[in-house]
């Protein structure tokens, strides 16, 4: 910095001296920063000293604010991940340990005693299996979803009940990324794929209090409000229905547009708006603008049909939703409200629908039965699914003297049941020749063979034509509220029906006819209920079959352990891909963060040369400064006279 040249002219002593105290105390000013950036080792003391420089050290360092969280997150979610890897492994490593326990107990030189050691075995493998299943770290449970603060798993109606939650919990990484750090412990362990799935198309009919919002629309894209133009061919109106809220206001809006000859109506029928076109008139409809709506409803018509032609448009699709009435369901035929009877492990309860008027109360009723079955409205709309989130357990699905589970279609044992899935899936033995003989009172017998048959209705068809064949008088028919084949004697003999196996078959056992005849009837047992799937199931199924001496039932056990191990590895597999992704995200925030810093204290550190440099002219300046006014201040008017 250069001396501060003095004014020789003809000024004054005080504004000589004025002036030179700024300059001196500028330069002071100048030093006494340079001071402080030495000091401090900051360029920017103050936003004022650099205010563009400042605005963007304040911006980079409100980006390393969020980085920092995001490596937080990383850090913290990359551990919670890899804790989930480690009890997978535990996981993996029990389920070969149950594997190879089973396959050294099915040969037939086994002895029971031997099996029921290997069935303790098991015993401590579930014990084991259910302590990784509510493993927990910092009181975070692994597997509980979004309700992390509880255990998953409990015990539930004599088996293992999962009260966790599918949605996962998550933390932001980056700006535009938000990862779960969990794993579903319903996908791992099966938690909830015990599923009656409703086999009835319950779509309900539409009426005027039909709301918009739920009908999938006749092109199956739902309605979107809009402008319409309808015309007889004569006169021509706008209807806006943007805030057309149900059927009924489409209906009531349309007819109010006053286009004589035109009347609009919902048409449970048809499942849509009809409209009633009089002599003298030709209907078009016709959407305004980009608007959808005609043709959503069905209703849309571009070229009229013609005079007095009426127009039906196609059905709009309502779906189920907890307000829709019961009523309505089945397209109008609604269903049988005397309710049904849920069996699950120790449970039981009898769903009374009697006073319930909505889809919500149906679910209620199921959902606070106390039998731990969860009612949901399918995801189509169009049926209801019941859910058991207990494993080890069997659910059984009973009328309660009505059609109500016909209805719905949630009979667990009804005709269209496939006989490979009676019996937990074992099905039906096969031998050569026929498995099943039937006499009846009059001693007349007839054989029955399983061969070919697919269905509860074909077994039913086959026995009943095998009896009219014999001239037996026998008749088959599924009991219409227990679960189970009935077999009804007519014959009036002083005998009593019999039924036996034939050809070392088990067919008496498999298909429940093992009971009492009472009065001419034999009312077989339920051999269809609903079995509970997931690794605790299975676990529980080859227990159970190891101390049965079941060597089939350990067989099956056995392969759905194998698939759960499949499924345990696939799950591992993906959580360490994450746990990767964790670890190489937060090695690129790391580098970003150098660059950024190394930014940072461009703009705030100070440059230790180039300020000494600084420091030392302003120092020079200043004496200089100094000194050039000390000889200024002391001149005399005899030194201007020389």
């Not at 302590?131 to 992390?148: I, P």
């Not at 096969?430 to 054989?447: C, I, K, P, Y």
């Not at 159970?544 to 499949?566: C, F, I, K, V, W």
């Not at 963060?593 to 040369?609: G, P």
């Amino acid at each position: 910095m250069s001396i501060s040249p003095l004014n020789l002219g003809r000024i004054s002593t005080q504004l000589r001296g004025n002036m030179i105290s700024r300059s001196v105390g500028q330069q002071q000013r100048f030093l006494s920063d340079v001071q402080q950036e030495l000091t401090t080792g900051k360029r920017l003391s103050s936003p004022s000293k650099d205010a563009a420089a400042a605005a963007v050290s304040m911006q980079i360092r409100r980006l390393l604010e969020r980085r920092d969280a995001w490596e937080a997150n990383l850090q913290s979610s990359s551990t919670q991940l890899g804790q989930v890897d480690s009890s997978l492994e535990g996981l993996e490593t029990l389920l070969r340990d149950a594997l190879t326990t089973s396959s050294q107990n099915v040969g037939s030189d086994v002895t029971a005693d031997q099996r029921e050691s290997a069935a303790a075995v098991i015993d401590s493998i579930f014990s084991q299996v259910l302590s990784v299943g509510n493993k927990s770290l910092n009181g975070v449970y692994l597997f509980a979803g979004d309700r992390s603060t509880a255990p998953p798993f409990e015990d539930a109606a004599g088996g293992v009940r999962w009260i966790g939650s599918e949605r996962l919990l998550s933390n932001e990484v980056d700006e535009a990324a938000t990862l779960n750090f969990m794993a579903s412990g319903s996908e791992i362990f099966g938690a909830t794929s015990t599923r009656v799935v409703g086999q009835n198309d319950l779509t309900p009919s539409v009426a005027a209090s039909t709301r918009l919002v739920d009908l999938r629309g006749a092109g199956a894209t739902g309605i979107r409000n809009g402008i319409i133009e309808i015309s007889n061919g004569v006169d021509t109106a706008e209807v806006d229905l943007t805030n057309a809220s149900t059927l009924g206001d489409v209906e009531l809006q349309l007819n109010n547009a006053g286009i004589s000859g035109l009347t609009f109506a919902v048409d449970p029928t048809s499942g849509g708006i009809r409209i009633d076109v009089a002599p003298g008139a030709d209907v078009t409809i016709r959407d305004v603008g980009a608007g959808r709506m005609a043709a959503d409803l069905g209703i849309r018509t571009l070229i009229g049909p013609g005079d007095g032609v009426d127009v039906v448009g196609p059905a709009v699709s309502p779906r189920i939703t907890p307000l829709t009435p019961i009523s309505q369901l089945n397209d109008g035929a609604g269903i049988d409200t005397s309710g049904f009877v849920i069996r699950n492990g120790t449970t039981e309860a009898t769903i009374d629908l009697s006073a319930a008027t909505t889809v919500e109360d149906l679910l209620n009723a199921i959902n606070t039965s106390g039998t731990f079955v969860e009612a949901r409205i399918n995801a189509a709309g169009t049926g209801i699914d019941l859910v058991n989130a207990v494993q080890g357990i069997e659910m059984r699905l009973s009328e309660d003297g009505g059609s109500t589970l016909a209805d719905l279609g949630l009979r667990s044992f009804d005709t269209t049941t496939r006989l490979s899935n009676l019996n937990n899936g074992a099905g039906l033995k096969l031998v050569e020749g026929a498995e099943l003989r039937v006499t009846d009172s009059n001693g007349v017998g007839f054989d029955v063979e399983f061969q070919g048959l697919e269905t509860v209705q074909d077994l039913l068809n086959a026995i009943n034509s095998a009896a009219t064949t014999a001239g037996a008088g026998v008749a088959a028919t599924l009991n219409a509220n227990a679960n189970g084949i009935v077999l009804t004697d007519s014959a009036g003999g002083a005998g009593e029906l019999a039924v036996a196996n034939l050809n070392f078959s088990t067919a008496v056992t498999d298909l429940g006819l093992n009971g009492p005849v009472a009065g001419g009837v034999l009312s077989g047992t339920d051999v269809s209920p609903v079995k509970s799937e997931g690794i605790f199931a299975s676990l529980d199924a080859l227990r159970r079959a190891m101390r049965a001496n079941d060597q089939p039932g350990m067989t099956r056990a056995s392969e759905e352990l194998d698939l759960h191990l499949e499924r345990v590895t696939r799950v591992r597999g993906t959580v360490g891909a994450r746990v990767r992704e964790f670890e190489e995200r937060s090695e690129r925030l790391k580098d970003q963060n150098v660059a950024t810093k190394a930014l940072l204290s461009e703009l705030e550190d100070t440059d230790y040369t180039e300020a000494i440099v600084r420091f030392q002219t302003l120092q020079t300046s200043l004496q200089a400064s100094m000194q050039s006014a000390s000889t200024m201040l002391n001149l005399s008017l005899m030194d201007f006279l020389r």
